[in-house]
């Protein structure tokens, strides 16, 4: 699917996560959040034996010890070339700064105001300061024993024990989150974080076959209704023997079956070790895989990322939106003198030449102004053939299209964009207009006597006071498209500043 540019609107996944979330307050859970950050001790008490290739898959989090500073005598030599001279007193000031930093007694990005302050230097000074002191830039990381959670089970049977006496029978909870996984590269069905859409029920006694029920629930915002249920031949080390359950949905347009959920009753062995004492089942839902389902995706990466895989591609719709008038005329005297200089380009346009018409005869910022439209050369017309040239979007570029000549017609290019074209709504005379009245508004203001704008030969939106958007400038080029707004325009605008 192709990136479109339509300005504020949601991204595909965050609407099917929204939807999962109504879905299943409809069916009557109520939402929480689970730990991100799960012990390595807590994969061992849901995994068992099996918990050191699982935690293969997980994130390990590392911190970066603050390091003790000292202040010998090279260092002091060394601040003191540096235009810092510290005697005994300040020095002691000085490493009492380092060892508050080191306890964690403020902040980390306070530490170069705290020297600034205590050497009476600006920052600048203290940034070089602090090269002096190599243990600040030479820290590692030192991995601690926390993971960053892989699947929302991790985290559901801390938040089961903490609930289990502080709520009624049926406890019924989702929550929609991420969750990360130590991938070994992205491809087309594997990122390396992830929403998991997620639910548990607990209570006396759970009927597996509920969960069916729920997932009907979930699916009917989407208009799912083909369901495959496939039992695991082996099932995780968390649920119960045979009763992890992977779900399975039908592509949309297609005839395969892509698993985008999976569920099963939690051991009573590991529930126990959390002390939990009710039956729980749990459902896990991949938002990510059922939004390549529902929008027909075949890689998860231009589903999420599609500024980073996906070319983006426009309508020609899309690229006349981004056609614009570049300078305009601020005061409304400015405004009614470009009305005037169009609607005298439309009566004059075709009288022959050399003439001269007044089109604007009246105040602008207290000063008299007049504006004609002149032609002094003999043989021509007021105007040239382009002068009134559409701007138009076709086929992905965008062209000055003449109005409707038998002669013109003909060519096939021209044709085409007139019968199948996007039309901006700017003709050539609409911007020259603009820019004019806009140049005499800034001529009035200098306390210039006159002002003139001649247009001969056009080539180029810049010389016809036309903006392209950026975006749409390089999506232009990368396809090889052009924008082509040539034309004889012979427009002379002349202005008289009393």
């Known amino acids: 699917m192709p990136i479109e540019s339509k300005g504020v609107r949601k991204h595909l996944l965050s609407d099917v996560i929204e939807k999962l979330r109504h879905a299943y307050i409809d069916l009557g ?205 082996r099932s995780a080390s968390y649920y119960e023997k045979n009763s992890e359950t992977e779900v399975f949905v039908r592509v949309k347009d297609r005839k395969d079956w892509v698993e985008v959920a999976d569920f099963g009753m939690y051991s009573n062995k590991v529930l126990k070790r959390y002390r939990v004492m009710y039956p729980v089942l749990n459902l896990g839902l991949g938002a990510e895989r059922l939004a390549m389902v529902i929008y027909g995706f075949s890689d998860v990466r231009k589903l999420v990322y599609p500024q980073f895989y996906v070319q983006l591609e426009l309508s020609d719709r899309e690229i006349a939106s981004s056609v614009t008038i570049d300078k305009v005329p601020r005061t409304e005297e400015g405004k009614r003198m470009q009305r005037a200089i169009i609607e005298g380009c439309e009566r004059y346009g075709d009288m022959p030449s050399p003439c001269e018409y007044t089109v604007y005869d009246g105040k602008m910022l207290g000063k008299k102004v007049t504006v004609k439209l002149v032609q002094n050369e003999k043989g021509k017309r007021l105007l040239g053939r382009a002068a009134f040239n559409e701007v138009l979007a076709y086929d992905g570029n965008i062209l000055g299209i003449p109005r409707k000549d038998e002669t013109l017609s003909k060519r096939e290019l021209i044709k085409a964009a007139r019968e199948r074209g996007v039309q901006t709504g700017i003709r050539y005379i609409d911007s020259l207009a603009a820019v004019a009245a806009t140049d005499i508004e800034e001529a009035v203001k200098s306390g210039k006597k006159g002002f003139v704008m001649k247009r001969a030969m056009t080539s180029t939106a810049g010389e016809l006071n036309i903006r392209v958007r950026e975006d749409v400038l390089r999506f232009i080029t990368s396809k090889n498209k052009r924008i082509d707004l040539r034309g004889p325009v012979f427009m002379m605008v002349v202005a008289q500043i009393e």
């Open 29 to 233: 859970f109520r939402e929480v959040y689970n730990p991100i950050f799960i012990e390595e001790g807590d994969i061992y008490k849901q995994w068992g034996r099996e918990a050191p290739t699982i935690l293969d898959r997980c994130f390990y989090l590392a911190t970066l010890p603050r390091p003790d500073v000292g202040i010998d005598q090279d260092k002091l030599d060394l601040l003191k070339k540096m235009g810092v001279a510290l005697e005994p007193k300040k020095k002691t000031v000085l490493q009492k700064v380092f060892h508050n930093y080191k306890k964690g007694l403020f902040d980390s990005d306070e530490l170069i105001t705290k020297l600034a302050e205590t050497l009476s230097i600006n920052e600048d000074k203290a940034l070089m300061v602090l090269s002096t002191f190599p243990e600040l830039k030479h820290k590692g990381p030192i991995a601690t024993n926390l993971t960053l959670r892989s699947h929302m089970t991790s985290g559901w049977f801390l938040t089961l024990k903490e609930f289990q006496d502080k709520e009624p029978l049926p406890i019924k909870l989702f929550s929609v989150d991420l969750c990360f996984r130590r991938e070994q590269a992205l491809d087309a069905t594997h990122l390396r974080c992830y929403h998991s859409a997620s639910s548990v029920v607990m209570d006396r006694q759970v009927d597996i076959e509920y969960v069916e029920q729920v997932i009907k629930g979930l699916f009917k915002p989407f208009g799912i209704e083909e369901v495959k249920y496939v039992k695991k031949r």
